[in-house]
């Protein structure tokens, strides 16, 4: 708790100091310096304006698809909340805006569905599902990439909390679960594991997982 004696910028600052907290800043006009996360908002960019194209939207729709695309960028998992091998909560960057993960209404899948058909609301809808199928794959892709030789070097071992890529998940959701057995090849290198989920324990290939946390990936 803060001292309420002090300005609430100082004992922010002075609770900081405590914990030992070191900022490291940008300098202006430099985005390329911001590694990853810059590389995320291009991505993310870079489908907004595919998706939507030359679609002509009010204020109001225009900010409730930002809105949302805030909420799709800051559901993401980033490290599991602990190393109980039952617990398959993380932490997502949205932890540290409102304390707990995002959740979204499930929508019906509109994507196939034209746009004549459409109501303005299900236009909206219909954009920010094409925008997450898209970017999710996405972004879930260059993590492996990332990783590539992560399994060569690494073996995934038992406990493991791991992203599974799946179709067709509904918007800030994201299929998570530990591996609960490992199946070595020949070469002792582990390509296929028994996952724990919260539907059920699965086999899966490692092509189709991401581990966490992922030590070389740097999140702001």
């Known amino acids: 708790m803060f001292n309420l004696v002090c300005k609430p910028d100082e004992a922010l600052a002075s609770y900081m100091a405590s914990e030992g907290i070191d900022w490291k800043f ?28 030359n679609i002509r939207l009010t204020y ?33 960057p ?25 109501d303005n609301w299900q236009k909206i809808t219909k954009i920010i599902q094409l925008i997450w199928k898209r ?8 993590l492996q990439q990332r990783n590539k030789w992560h399994f060569e070097k690494k073996n995934a071992k038992i406990g493991d909390m791991v992203i599974i890529k799946e179709d067709n998940l509904p918007s800030c959701q994201w299929s998570l679960g530990r591996i609960n057995n490992i199946y070595p090849g020949k070469d002792s290198k ?30 702001k």
């Open 26 to 53: 940008l300098p202006s006009r430099a985005p390329n310096f911001g590694g990853l996360w810059e590389a995320g908002v291009k991505s993310f960019k870079f489908y907004l304006k595919r998706v939507v194209g």
């Open 190 to 219: 582990v390509r296929v594991v028994e996952v724990k989920t919260t539907r059920g324990i699965f086999k899966r290939p490692i092509s189709k997982l991401c581990i966490l946390p992922i030590e070389t990936v740097c999140v």
């Open 94 to 118: 949205s932890h540290f805006l409102i304390g707990r993960s995002i959740t979204s209404i499930v929508e019906p899948d509109l994507t196939n569905l034209n746009k004549n058909r459409l």
């Open 60 to 92: 109001e729709e225009f900010l409730t698809e930002i809105i949302q695309i805030e909420g799709m960028l800051n559901s993401r998992p980033l490290v599991p909340l602990s190393s109980d091998l039952d617990d398959l909560n993380v932490l997502t």
């Open 135 to 142: 970017w999710s794959v996405d972004y879930l892709n260059s």
